[in-house]
């Protein structure tokens, strides 16, 4: 299964995006679903997740500007508020129970200062 990731783009500081991520296949209800970024020299790192019951957890470098939700059509979305410049990075949405764990391509998020 491949996640298939998208939204991204180029944004100037204080602007918004929002990342959303598909899931040809599976249900995400039935998964517990992250939000990774990587950027350049970084490790990855995750950035956001719900769980299978609904439950959001964010890190704390993202908290009060980054929404993470899970709808009706089967999609994830990310939505990012009052970017900064050190939000810039590759994002990728995960979907992973006991025995699977399924990532996307990853979609770059650029936030010009």
């Known amino acids: 299964v491949q996640l298939q990731a998208s939204g991204g783009g180029l944004v100037q500081a204080g602007g918004s995006l929002r990342l959303s991520c598909a899931a040809p296949?599976?249900?995400?209800?039935?998964?517990?679903t992250g939000w990774y970024r990587q950027a350049p020299g970084k490790q990855r790192e995750l950035v956001a997740s719900?769980?299978?019951?609904?439950?959001a957890n964010y890190v704390d470098s993202v908290k009060g500007r980054f929404t993470i939700s899970r709808d009706a059509k089967n999609t994830v979305h990310l939505q990012m508020d009052s970017l900064k410049f050190e939000d810039t990075a590759v994002y990728y949405c995960?979907?992973?129970?006991?025995?699977?764990?399924?990532w996307g391509k990853g979609t770059q998020v650029t936030v010009s200062s």
């Open positions: 995960n979907a992973r129970r006991w025995d699977v764990d399924y």
């Open positions: 719900i769980s299978s019951g609904g439950t």
């Open positions: 296949g599976i249900t995400f209800s039935y998964y517990n």
